[in-house]
């Protein structure tokens, strides 16, 4: 599975199951997603349509 960078930041926003979020950098060697949902495990699909549940640590 190829993993990608993400850094996603939420302005006091609810996060929804199913809600998109916005890659802002992008890098093959992981994936890092910076979500705050008080420890909920929400899936959700960045702009291109790749999906990642909660936050995924890089494991390089």
Not at 19 to 43: K, Y
């Amino acid at each position: 599975m190829n993993r990608y960078s993400a850094s996603v930041i939420f302005g006091g926003s609810q996060l929804r199951q199913g809600d998109t979020v916005e890659v802002v950098s992008e890098d093959a060697s992981s994936i890092v997603l910076i979500i705050d949902i008080e420890g909920n495990d929400h899936e959700v699909k960045d702009d291109a349509g790749r999906g990642a549940s909660g936050v995924q640590e890089d494991q390089s």
